[in-house]
T-cell receptor, first 114, second 113 residues
Framework: DSGVTQTPKHLITATGQRVTLRCSPR?????VYWYQQSLDQGLQFLIQ???????AKGNILERFSAQQFPDLHSELNLSSLELGDSALYFC?????????????FGPGTRLTVL | QKEVEQDPGPLSVPEGAIVSLNCTYS??????FMWYRQYSRKGPELLMY????GNKEDGRFTAQVDKSSKYISLFIRDSQPSDSATYLC?????????????FGQGTTLQVKP
């Protein structure tokens, strides 16, 4: 158990809908990262937050957005869902004393768009 | 061309074999190198972390980095059925203020009893 929690574990929804994925980082970790894992693209970085502020953006679609709250938990919002958004979404956290520190991954949320 | 290339396998070996997993990369700015293990439907778990060329050993696992060739390897000695998983290499830049990781595609390993 990495100490990173994600809810829900599974999510099944329809095209065009909007969903919210939630992540609680390990105690003491200030930085949260979101990754998407699909069969064809592998594990891809979406976005990073550090202590409530956006720090880096990767291949995140405009239909997707995220935020980190004062208690450091984070939410990833996916809207106007398409079939191709079906994937595993992972959250990771790190202390971020330096940007070389270890990222610990949560168990993921499996999103299925029908 | 992807920044990080990794043979997806699958790789099947008998129990006790030595396993060699490899990644190549194209961006010389990568300075930190990691190997993650991912069991089916679980989150990736960090196995090894190194930032310099050479070898780093941890139990049955050895990580090797050759920055001049842009090539990293993970060796597993005395492989066990419990090592059956997908192994992902990951890298990040040495500069900048982000922890963004770039992952390889992952190699699926099966160790047969």
């Amino acid at each position: 158990d990495s100490g990173v929690t994600q809810t829900p574990k599974h999510l099944i929804t329809a095209t065009g809908q909007r969903v919210t994925l939630r992540c609680s980082p390990r105690s003491g970790d200030l930085s949260v990262y979101w990754y998407q894992q699909s069969l064809d693209q592998g594990l891809q970085f979406l976005i990073q937050y550090y202590n409530g502020e956006e720090r880096a953006k990767g291949n995140i679609l405009e239909r997707f957005s995220a935020q980190q709250f004062p208690d450091l938990h984070s939410e990833l919002n996916l809207s106007s869902l398409e079939l191709g958004d079906s994937a595993l979404y992972f959250c990771a956290s790190s202390v971020a004393r330096s940007w070389a520190d270890t990222q610990y991954f949560g168990p993921g949320t499996r999103l299925t768009v029908l | 061309q992807k920044e990080v290339e990794q043979d997806p396998g699958p790789l099947s070996v008998p129990e006790g074999a030595i396993v060699s997993l490899n990644c190549t990369y194209s961006n010389s700015a990568f300075q930190y190198f990691m190997w993650y293990r991912q069991y089916s439907r679980k989150g990736p778990e960090l196995l090894m972390y190194t930032y310099s060329s050479g070898n780093k050993e941890d139990g049955r696992f050895t990580a090797q980095v050759d920055k001049s060739s842009k090539y990293i390897s993970l060796f597993i000695r005395d492989s066990q059925p419990s090592d059956s998983a997908t192994y992902l290499c990951a890298m990040r830049h040495g500069s900048g203020n982000t922890g963004k990781l770039i992952f390889g595609q992952g190699t699926t390993l099966q160790v047969k009893p």
